[in-house]
Structures are given as C-alpha cells and as structure tokens.
C-alpha cells in the first residue's frame, strides 16, 4: 500500500477512525526543515513494503500543527504506533534500528496491550496528567507570561533549538531586525499551551507580544514588516 502522506485534516482523522480495531497504524512526523526527516523518509517507505498489513502515514507537523499537537509531538522525527487509536509505542529521533524493532515488537504481539494510567484506564496519544489549574489562576498567569518582557514570543522550543519551521522563521526575523524579546516554550507547559489559544483568541503559535498585546503569528509578523519596515522601531 505505501505511505499516506496527509493533505487535510479530514483526511486524516477519517484514516484514524476508519482503521479497524486490530490494525496497525504508524504515524510519522516529519518537517522540511529538519534533515534527520530526510533519511527516515526513506526508511519509512520501506518498512511500509515490508509490513504492507499495516497502515503508515506520513504527516508534516508544520502544515498540520493541529495533529501535531494533539499527538504531543514536540520534535521531528517522530513517530507514533497505534492500535484502535490507542498508543502501543513512540519514538523520537532518527534511529531506523528502533523503529524496525518497534514495529517488528508490535507486528508479532497481537495481544499488545496499550499504555496505561496508574488506574488502568488506557491513555490516548496525548495523555494530559498535569495537575488542573483553575481558569481563573491559569488567566492571571498568561496575563503576566504575556507582559514578561517588552517583546514575548510564545513558540515550540527555545531560540537556540526551535521545534518547528514557523517558530524557527519568527526567530530569525526577530534577530534580523535586531529586537530583542523573552521567549515561552509552550511546549513545556500544557496549561500555557491550550489556555493561550482562548486567551488570545489564536489557535496556532507561534505567538508574538508586544507590550502585552498579541501581534499574530509568522504571516502577520511578515504581513506587518511588508508593510512598515519600521514595524519593530518602537521596541528596539
């Protein structure tokens, strides 16, 4: 069958419902961007000849951050191994020798059982085991995450090692233009995460603030430098 590459999210959770229940699905995020994704593009596609039972789909976690980010991928490559949409393993990184092996394991364990809570009840593809924070002190704390520094970027990653393309161009337009900001990994945070989205009323990051006020993510960044070069002056 080969590998699905992912071209809507429609598409895709159709893929995921539609799998029966003993079927194998491996997910694969991959970017660009990111080079380690260029030899395990390859990997994947053969072991999707050698396992032509199973099912294995390809997703880029930076035109799909949606799926990305509720299959808690934080790194590329990544892959997920799932059963009747529950979680039998995951791998990060491009190790073709681990990824062999995990779908060998899975492919002659039918009886596999998928990973559990301490209560037994089985986990999803993103297990949430975070303390709850109530609404009230979750907005009191974005009001201040946001105001941190005269220019906030909430991103996945860290400046130094972004986690993924639109973080990583943000960055670099910001040092472009010489500003100089504070920076939240969202990724760290979950809370932070999903209560920024509502917060701000913007469902994807990265994130720009200026003076506590939400500037867009990289288009309007870009969008917003087209139209005024001088865009960034006032916070230099």
């Not at 100089?180 to 990724?187: A, E, Q, S, T, V």
Request: with cysteine; charged share 25%; glycine share 6%.
């Amino acid at each position: 069958m080969g590998v699905i590459q992912i071209t809507s999210d429609e598409q895709f959770k159709s893929l995921i419902e539609g799998a029966s229940a003993d079927k194998i699905v491996i997910l694969y995020f991959h970017a660009d961007w990111a080079e380690p994704c260029e030899q395990m593009n390859t990997i994947f596609e053969s072991l999707s000849q050698i396992y032509p039972q199973h099912e294995f789909i390809a997703i880029d976690a930076d035109k799909f951050e949606s799926i990305a980010e509720d299959s808690d991928v934080s790194a590329v490559p990544h892959f997920c191994i799932l059963r009747n949409k529950l979680v039998l393993k995951e791998l990060t990184g491009a190790d073709p020798r681990a990824l062999a092996k995990a779908i060998r394991d899975v492919n002659g364990d039918t009886t596999a059982s998928a990973a559990t809570s301490a209560n037994g009840t089985p986990k999803t593809a993103s297990p949430q085991n975070e303390p709850e924070e109530t609404g009230e002190a979750l907005n009191d704390r974005l009001k201040k995450l946001v105001s941190a520094a005269p220019v906030m970027l909430f991103m996945k990653g860290t400046p130094a090692e972004p986690k993924c393309g639109f973080s990583r161009q943000l960055v670099a337009i910001l040092r472009e233009n010489q500003v100089r900001f504070g920076f939240f990994d969202i990724l760290k945070d979950n809370a932070v995460r999903n209560g920024l989205k509502e917060f701000s009323d913007w469902p994807t990051f990265p994130q720009l603030y200026v003076n506590g006020e939400l500037q867009g993510g990289l288009d309007i960044i870009k969008e917003s430098l087209e139209d005024d070069p001088n865009f960034f002056d006032s916070v230099k």
